[in-house]
């Protein structure tokens, strides 16, 4: 986990990224998602962009949609990981 990128900052367009941190953001998105939908279910996922494509910011959409922070989730996943 002291490799890991902040979610937060996995936002921006991960091929501007140098290689390294590429391949670590592309890692850390694949296992955050596969975290949320086993948690949530794959229509989190669809619920989301459904929120976001309404004009809602991803921090406001993922919240109504998962009934948790990105910060809460991250932590929670970041768990999962180290067990």
Known sequence: TDRLIP?????ESFPSL???VAE???AEGLSATEFMTS???KASIRNILELMAQNHNFENAFKTALKT???EFELAWQRDLSQ
């Open 7 to 11: 979610l937060k900052n996995l936002e």
């Open 18 to 20: 140098p290689e390294a």
């Open 24 to 26: 670590i953001a592309y």
């Open 39 to 41: 948690k949530f279910g």
């Open 69 to 71: 922070s990105v910060a």
